[in-house]
């Protein structure tokens, strides 16, 4: 007679340390703790970071503004020139405000510690989701294993705003779970829950009105034979609560983002277009994360990873005995569905926007036989996994330092995408900020290497050079950008700014002339000019200078 599993003591044992959830948990919490821990001592990156935590943080630190939240864009900043009015994250802007509370400043490290604790969050429902899915325990735990330790997801981690992914997997993940018990126990209050979770989704990312068509297509090819019932009840009420959702929201963000719809329509329509080779990366980064980049770009794709990930799955699920198409093409569509907004944005192929995309991913590993056959008394069968996750585990280790300050963060976006002139550009700045003017100068001569016609890579050598007292090189990066760009009037003023500091006021009173006739506005040009006269006598001029700066701060301060 065959031994059970309780027949033998250690593979019963055994079967509890892979099968126990709270066990399992535990690991989850602890090794995330340990893998990611050390991004809690990470400073900023500069990237979009320093604008929502610190130049917002007299919003973040007033719970009284909460209602500001739920009517502005997320970029709004009180005092400053307003800025992107694409994105719309009120509940994000809310975590926000939560570590200001809690950390008392704008220091990092709080803000990196709740986005270790969403990232733990994620892991954990999707193992419950994974579970109710009806994914075996052993497989399940191994798939979130593989999740929590992806390397291209760890930008969601130690990137500050990467929350708004994880943020978004919280709430679809938990909206998901409930749908799936009430579909087991019919119980009205988990109908109910599931569209509250639906609700908080969509005030953290637009993406997730993806979830409505991944929840039809559930109850149509997955829900319909494996409860043994048509579910009309569900279309109806679903239907019922989606729209009174989505009507209240949809107007209030139209209002925070004063958006135009015929030009925000034309621009998505002509990002997808321009976007779609992306698909080829998110793809092989999926499965291959060997060639990451915190500012990757179109011309970076690499079409070979994206090629090897499908032939991989696509060989998985051929191998695949008594195959399930439609938990296969269930998997599918949550993988696509969900990157597909990522092609709208203009500022495509940042990493950790597979995050929630991924969930399908692995739905799709989970009915391959590789997944299937593992077991606490197959162990063999988890080999290839373990030894994906033991790489990707040595991969994240050696990556999130990239993350670690605003230097590393933008060199490593210089370093790993060959045509990223934005991270040239970006790091220079950042050189000049803490005033390593050399550094900067050296940047900027590397990005006009990749591109040579560059807007502003000149002028911001010829003002690194002007820190550096180095004069006559300021005056010849200023004419190569002029010569590229003639009407560019803050090179015209940096020039004028050159003659003036090698005694030449003739010459720069003419560039600050040639500023204004370009940019009327410009009120420094005009302070200039009128010092300019002022030392020549010549006070009718002077006056109508001053007149004009007074005009031009008086209507700044209206």
Not at 146 to 152: D, E, G, K, R, S
Request: charged share 15%; hydrophobic share 50%.
């Amino acid at each position: 007679m065959a031994k059970t599993k309780t027949d033998n003591p250690k593979a019963s044992s055994g079967s509890a340390i892979w099968t126990n959830t709270t066990l399992q948990v535990v690991i989850i919490v602890i090794f995330s703790f340990i893998l990611y821990g050390k991004a809690l001592k990470f400073g900023f990156n500069y990237l979009d970071d320093s604008i929502l935590v610190i130049d917002n943080y007299k919003l973040n630190s007033d719970y009284g503004n909460i209602p500001k939240a739920f009517n502005q864009h997320i970029f709004k900043v009180e005092g400053q020139a307003d800025r992107s009015h694409d994105y719309y994250r009120p509940l994000m802007t809310f975590s926000f405000m939560l570590d200001a509370h809690i950390a008392g400043s704008p220091a990092p490290y709080f803000y990196h510690f709740t986005n270790l604790l969403l990232h733990i969050l994620t892991g954990i429902l999707l193992l419950i989701f994974f579970k109710k899915f009806g994914i075996a325990s052993m497989p399940a735990f191994i798939l979130c294993l593989f999740f929590l330790i992806h390397p291209a997801l760890a930008q969601a981690v130690a990137w500050i705003p990467g929350r708004n992914d994880s943020l978004l997997a919280v709430f679809v993940l938990a909206a998901f779970i409930f749908l799936l018990r009430y579909l087991q126990e019919r119980r009205t209050y988990l109908l109910v829950l599931h569209i509250f979770m639906f609700v908080l989704a969509l005030f953290s990312k637009e993406n997730s009105i993806m979830l409505i068509p991944l929840v039809f297509f559930y109850l149509k090819f997955i829900a319909k034979d494996k409860f043994n019932t048509n579910f009309k009840a569900p279309y109806l009420w679903l239907g019922i609560g989606y729209l009174i959702c989505i009507l209240p929201w949809w107007l209030m963000r139209q209002a925070a983002l004063d958006a135009n719809n015929a030009t925000y329509v034309s621009n998505v329509i002509k990002n997808i277009i321009t976007n779609a080779p992306m698909i080829s990366q998110y793809i092989g980064k999926t499965l291959f994360p060997f060639d990451l980049s915190v500012l990757p770009t179109i011309k970076d794709t690499h079409f070979i990873y994206g090629i090897l990930a499908v032939a991989l799955v696509a060989a998985a699920i051929y191998f695949t005995p008594n195959k399930r198409w439609n938990y296969i093409l269930f998997g599918l569509f949550w993988y696509f569905i969900f990157l597909f907004p990522a092609l709208v944005s203009p500022f495509v192929g940042l990493e950790h926007r597979i995050y929630v995309p991924m969930f399908g991913f692995l739905l799709i590993m989970a009915e391959t036989k590789w997944i299937k056959d593992i077991s606490p008394v197959n162990l063999k069968a988890a080999a290839i996994p373990l030894g994906f996750i033991i790489v990707f585990i040595f991969l994240t280790n050696t990556r999130l330092p990239v993350f670690k300050d605003r230097i590393s963060f933008y060199k490593n976006g210089t370093e790993t995408s060959e045509y990223g002139t934005f991270a040239y550009l970006t790091l220079g700045k950042q050189y000049e900020k803490i005033e390593k003017y050399d550094s900067a100068i050296i940047t900027y001569q590397k990005g006009l290497k990749v591109d040579s016609t560059l807007i502003m890579f000149h002028n911001n050598m010829a003002t690194d050079y002007m820190k550096l007292d180095m004069f006559p090189e300021a005056e010849r990066e200023i004419h190569k950008e002029l010569a590229m760009y003639p009407n560019n009037y803050t090179a015209i003023q940096n020039l004028g700014t050159v003659y003036k500091l090698t005694d030449r006021m003739d010459l720069a009173a003419e560039q600050w002339r040639k500023v204004l006739k370009i940019k009327p506005e410009f009120t420094y040009a005009y302070q200039e000019l009128a010092k300019y006269y002022l030392a020549k006598n010549d006070t009718v001029n002077y006056n109508k200078c001053n007149q004009a700066v007074n005009k031009l701060l008086g209507s700044s301060t209206n």
